[in-house]
């Protein structure tokens, strides 16, 4: 993972989303927007259904590093929705092509925060993007303004004490990618957040991947890529996943790593 990336070639990496788009594991083939909304269309819908109570508790949102707007785009089609959601992004090509509505162009690392954003957001939320900072201690205290006096913030990142690591050593060789910068814990992403400056109420993990890309992992070393990696290709069989993925989280050891906390 040395050297790290300039700012520089950071900024390029994301503008053409690069490492996304022509990964060396291909979940589909192509590279074009369609491909990209196929590629993410389980993530989206899970990650929807995972935080949508969360979000109903809250009136204005900001979602960080938002993509191509997949996740707002799935928020603002449900007829229940009590919030508003925005995003932010840098990368041209999701921006180009982005469907989530209102979007900022702008980078927390360097950029200063418009007058309009603070102080607006009681919910500022992000999902697998600080693994990406060269800096995310200096990130998180950027970012302070955006949140309301009584705001609080949800960081998702990957987790490193993974289960799917204990029972198939190809996985670590698979996830250290030079994108990544940081790998976290729930011990130290706590910590990161407390120097940061933040109240941390709790971190916890859910397990997102199926039984069946677990299972094809310890058999062959790669993730299952033929369909559906997050449920189970017949719905009567659904019940033994969340079971599965249930248990999982509770060990804190699912895939995703969930932080809440305010200031």
Same mark, same amino acid.
């Given at each position: 993972?040395?050297?790290?990336?300039?700012?520089?070639?950071?900024?390029?990496? *994301?503008?053409?989303?690069?490492?996304?788009?022509?990964?060396?594991?291909? =979940?589909?083939?192509?590279?074009?927007?369609?491909?990209?909304?196929?590629?993410?269309?389980?993530?989206?819908?899970?990650?929807?259904?995972?935080?949508?109570?969360?979000?109903?508790? %809250?009136?204005?949102?900001?979602?960080?590093?938002?993509?191509?707007?997949?996740?707002?785009?799935?928020?603002?089609?449900?007829?229940?929705?009590?919030?508003?959601?925005?995003?932010?992004? =840098?990368?041209?090509?999701?921006?180009?092509?982005?469907?989530?509505?209102?979007?900022?162009?702008?980078?927390? #690392?360097?950029?200063?925060?418009?007058?309009?954003?603070?102080?607006?957001?009681?919910?500022?939320?992000? #999902? %697998?993007?600080?693994?990406?900072?060269?800096?995310?201690?200096?990130?998180?205290?950027? =970012?302070? &303004?955006?949140?309301?006096?009584?705001?609080? #913030?949800?960081?998702?990142? &990957?987790?490193?004490?993974?289960?799917?690591?204990?029972?198939?050593?190809?996985?670590?060789?698979?996830?250290?990618? *030079?994108? %990544?910068?940081?790998?976290?814990?729930?011990?130290?992403?706590?910590?990161?957040?407390?120097?940061?400056?933040?109240?941390?109420?709790?971190?916890?993990?859910?397990?997102?991947?199926?039984?069946?890309?677990?299972?094809?992992?310890?058999?062959?070393?790669?993730?299952?890529?033929?369909?559906?990696?997050?449920?189970?290709?017949?719905?009567?069989?659904?019940?033994?996943?969340?079971?599965?993925?249930?248990?999982?989280?509770? #060990?804190?050891?699912?895939?995703?790593?969930?932080?809440?906390?305010?200031?």
């Amino acid at each position: 993972m040395f050297p790290l990336l300039s700012a520089e070639e950071l900024e390029k990496e *994301y503008a053409d989303d690069v490492s996304v788009r022509f990964g060396k594991v291909k =979940i589909s083939e192509g590279s074009d927007f369609v491909t990209m909304r196929k590629k993410f269309s389980e993530w989206t819908k899970m990650h929807a259904d995972m935080y949508y109570d969360k979000l109903q508790e %809250h009136k204005n949102i900001i979602d960080l590093g938002s993509g191509y707007g997949f996740f707002e785009e799935e928020l603002n089609s449900r007829k229940d929705k009590k919030f508003k959601i925005e995003g932010v992004e =840098i990368g041209d090509f999701r921006l180009q092509n982005y469907v989530g509505g209102k979007v900022y162009k702008l980078n927390l #690392m360097t950029d200063k925060i418009p007058e309009e954003m603070c102080g607006k957001y009681d919910l500022v939320i992000s #999902m %697998h993007l600080l693994e990406h900072l060269n800096d995310p201690n200096q990130y998180l205290k950027k =970012i302070k &303004p955006l949140l309301s006096s009584d705001g609080e #913030m949800l960081f998702e990142v &990957p987790n490193l004490n993974v289960f799917l690591g204990e029972i198939s050593p190809e996985y670590y060789d698979f996830i250290y990618l *030079y994108e %990544h910068v940081s790998y976290f814990t729930a011990d130290t992403l706590k910590l990161l957040f407390e120097r940061a400056g933040y109240k941390v109420k709790k971190v916890y993990t859910r397990e997102i991947y199926s039984i069946e890309n677990h299972i094809n992992w310890v058999r062959t070393g790669r993730p299952f890529i033929k369909y559906n990696q997050m449920f189970l290709p017949d719905e009567r069989l659904e019940f033994i996943n969340k079971e599965y993925k249930r248990r999982i989280g509770e #060990m804190g050891k699912g895939y995703s790593l969930i932080i809440e906390c305010n200031i």
